[in-house]
């Protein structure tokens, strides 16, 4: 639940205190009376944060990091089958209010994470993980780097990296008539779920002013326009990295530059395309393939040297 995604011109010192800087949180690994399994020890559970960190501070450019508490593991006053009707806010509230007792007060940390084992029933069914949009909280049915660094990138603010299938239209073109596949971009963490080098799209990284409009280049006519890889760990002042071209009243192109996939020889010499948000991608960007229908799929979405590519309805 939340807000969605914020745009671009929304950068704000608001806002970017909340994108921005240490962010403390507690991680909450709990059991219940029913069940005493351990969802994830604490030796792995402070490795993954130790990752998770990694992940944001390296995407953000050093303007974030996380530092990560880890608690006992607390056991929920309530057995798995009354959460599994009360529902995930239920349990949230009594892990917040069981890790007080245990002397860990959420209200001293700016996000925070509940990990346990999976709990049967609609309310927890089809999903690892749950979080807040723009807000503290995130649920966990096991645990993992990726899907950690996913939820926490709804916390900062970010909805889903979707790609949009042209199956439908027989591939015809990459962007014609399709379908909005919700975490469909096998390249960011908000669709992949993978963490390490699956770092937000350049979009996304606008949206967290981890990119700010100055390091963006519009491209409004005919010209030569440069950017640079943005999955890189610092960026350097007066560089583009990632250019927009308006696609229609809804949307943006975006065209960024990705380096960390080095097996990758469409991506090491080519460049991806995504869309902004429209009101068919679910608040998310949509990662446009640009030789749909061959038989690598989405591995080879990006525009290489040499080739063109045309939006002629736009």
């Given at each position: 639940?939340?807000?969605?995604?914020?745009?671009?011109?929304?950068?704000?010192?608001?806002?970017?205190?909340?994108?921005?800087?240490?962010?403390?949180?507690?991680?909450?690994?709990?059991?219940?009376?029913?069940?005493?399994?351990?969802?994830?020890?604490?030796a792995n559970t402070s490795g993954q944060m130790v990752?998770?960190?990694?992940?944001?501070?390296?995407?953000?450019?050093?303007?974030?990091?996380?530092?990560?508490?880890?608690?006992?593991?607390?056991t929920l006053p309530q057995i798995k089958a009354w959460?599994?009707?009360?529902?995930?806010?239920?349990?949230?509230?009594?892990?917040?209010?069981?890790?007080?007792?245990?002397?860990?007060?959420?209200?001293?940390?700016?996000?925070?994470?509940?990990?346990?084992?999976?709990?049967?029933?609609?309310?927890?069914?089809?999903?690892?993980?749950?979080?807040?949009?723009?807000g503290k909280g995130v649920w966990l049915q096991g645990?993992?780097?990726?899907?950690?660094?996913?939820?926490?990138?709804?916390?900062?603010?970010?909805?889903?990296?979707?790609?949009?299938?042209?199956?439908?239209?027989?591939?015809?073109?990459?962007?014609?008539?399709?379908?909005?596949?919700?975490?469909?971009?096998?390249?960011?963490?908000?669709?992949?779920?993978?963490?390490?080098?699956?770092?937000?799209?350049?979009?996304?990284?606008?949206?967290?002013?981890?990119?700010?409009?100055?390091?963006?280049?519009?491209?409004?006519?005919?010209?030569?326009?440069?950017?640079?890889?943005?999955?890189?760990?610092?960026?350097?002042?007066?560089?583009?990295?990632?250019?927009?071209?308006?696609?229609?009243?809804?949307?943006?192109?975006?065209?960024?530059?990705?380096?960390?996939?080095?097996?990758?020889?469409?991506?090491?010499?080519?460049?991806?395309?995504?869309?902004?948000?429209?009101?068919?991608?679910?608040?998310?960007?949509?990662?446009?393939?640009?030789?749909?229908?061959?038989?690598?799929?989405?591995?080879?979405?990006?525009?290489?040297?040499?080739?063109?590519?045309?939006?002629?309805?736009?």
């Amino acid at each position: 639940g939340g807000a969605g995604p914020l745009a671009a011109t929304a950068q704000s010192a608001g806002n970017d205190r909340w994108t921005h800087g240490e962010k403390t949180l507690l991680y909450m690994r709990l059991n219940f009376p029913d069940d005493l399994t351990e969802p994830v020890s604490e030796a792995n559970t402070s490795g993954q944060m130790v990752d998770v960190n990694a992940f944001y501070a390296e995407g953000s450019y050093d303007q974030t990091w996380i530092t990560a508490t880890v608690t006992p593991l607390l056991t929920l006053p309530q057995i798995k089958a009354w959460y599994s009707t009360a529902g995930a806010g239920a349990l949230l509230t009594d892990a917040r209010a069981t890790a007080r007792l245990a002397g860990y007060d959420t209200a001293n940390y700016e996000l925070d994470i509940v990990c346990f084992t999976s709990v049967p029933g609609t309310n927890f069914s089809g999903w690892a993980g749950l979080a807040y949009v723009h807000g503290k909280g995130v649920w966990l049915q096991g645990s993992g780097v990726g899907v950690t660094a996913h939820e926490l990138g709804h916390n900062y603010g970010l909805l889903h990296a979707n790609f949009w299938d042209t199956f439908t239209n027989n591939y015809t073109s990459g962007v014609g008539m399709g379908t909005n596949i919700e975490y469909g971009n096998i390249y960011d963490t908000m669709g992949a779920a993978s963490g390490g080098d699956n770092q937000f799209n350049a979009m996304f990284k606008n949206f967290l002013d981890w990119l700010p409009n100055t390091a963006i280049t519009e491209a409004t006519s005919n010209g030569v326009y440069r950017i640079y890889p943005f999955d890189v760990p610092s960026r350097e002042p007066g560089r583009a990295y990632a250019a927009t071209i308006r696609k229609d009243f809804q949307r943006d192109y975006w065209v960024e530059f990705r380096q960390s996939f080095k097996s990758n020889p469409w991506l090491q010499y080519g460049v991806l395309l995504n869309w902004s948000p429209f009101n068919l991608s679910k608040g998310g960007s949509d990662l446009i393939d640009t030789t749909p229908g061959t038989p690598r799929g989405r591995t080879d979405a990006a525009l290489v040297v040499g080739r063109t590519f045309s939006d002629r309805q736009a």
